[in-house]
T-cell receptor, first 114, second 109 residues
Framework: NAGVTQTPKFQVLKTGQSMTLQCAQDMNHEYMSWYRQDPGMGLRLIHYSVGAGITDQGEVPNGYNVSRSTTEDFPLRLLSAAPSQTSVYFC?????????????FGEGSRLTVL | RKEVEQDPGPFNVPEGATVAFNCTYSNSASQSFFWYRQDCRKEPKLLMSVYSSGNEDGRFTAQLNRASQYISLLIRDSKLSDSATYLCVVITGRRALTFGSGTRLQVQP
């Protein structure tokens, strides 16, 4: 009964380092997405995917890359970490992309960039 | 003006009280609305959808006012376990899903 699994849960990076946040879901959902949550800002969409091989940018895509080689996995890559990327990151999936369905979230990844 | 706005609170209420939150949205073309609940340092989870005619789920009632462009969430007989942040979600167009920044509720014993 895993649902959406994110790793790592916590990470500290130095400015300029790169890393990948992993996201996997076992519900056969076509739609997957990455959000960041900052105090007072709500959840903001970084990138999303409507199926394997298809990705698109959300509201705040700069500094992040994604790929979707399988239905199950949707990793988020930070290319060169900056302090402004300190945030809590959530991966979410949905059968219908949230349009009519429910978004299922992972437990979040707390990233600090020094 | 933000697309989706919520009063951040906190709303501090005693157990058993009735409390209501509003969420305003700026785009009159928005067509789908939801309330999510987020516990401290946890992921958001769907609480309920908001239908045009209003809907109720136990102690929770959600309503939509299209003329004034807001949705509301009413919680009756508040429990300590209702303490959380409540996020409204507005969908405009295909997959243009916007979260509000949330309203924090603290129910006091």
């Amino acid at each position: 009964n895993a649902g959406v699994t994110q790793t790592p849960k916590f990470q500290v990076l130095k400015t300029g380092q790169s890393m990948t946040l992993q996201c996997a879901q076992d519900m056969n959902h076509e739609y997957m997405s990455w959000y960041r949550q900052d105090p007072g800002m709500g959840l903001r969409l970084i990138h999303y995917s409507v199926g394997a091989g298809i990705t698109d940018q959300g509201e705040v895509p700069n500094g992040y890359n994604v790929s979707r080689s399988t239905t199950e996995d949707f990793p988020l890559r930070l290319l060169s970490a900056a302090p402004s990327q300190t945030s809590v990151y959530f991966c979410a999936s949905s059968y219908e992309g949230g349009y009519t369905g429910e978004l299922f979230f992972g437990e979040g990844s707390r990233l600090t960039v020094l | 003006r933000k697309e989706v706005e919520q009063d951040p609170g906190p709303f501090n209420v005693p157990e058993g009280a009735t409390v209501a939150f509003n969420c305003t949205y700026s785009n009159s073309a928005s067509q789908s609305f939801f309330w999510y609940r987020q516990d401290c340092r946890k992921e958001p989870k769907l609480l309920m959808s908001v239908y045009s005619s209003g809907n109720e789920d136990g102690r929770f009632t959600a309503q939509l006012n299209r003329a004034s462009q807001y949705i509301s969430l009413l919680i009756r007989d508040s429990k300590l376990s209702d303490s959380a942040t409540y996020l409204c979600v507005v969908i405009t167009g295909r997959r243009a899903l916007t979260f509000g920044s949330g309203t924090r509720l603290q129910v006091q014993p």
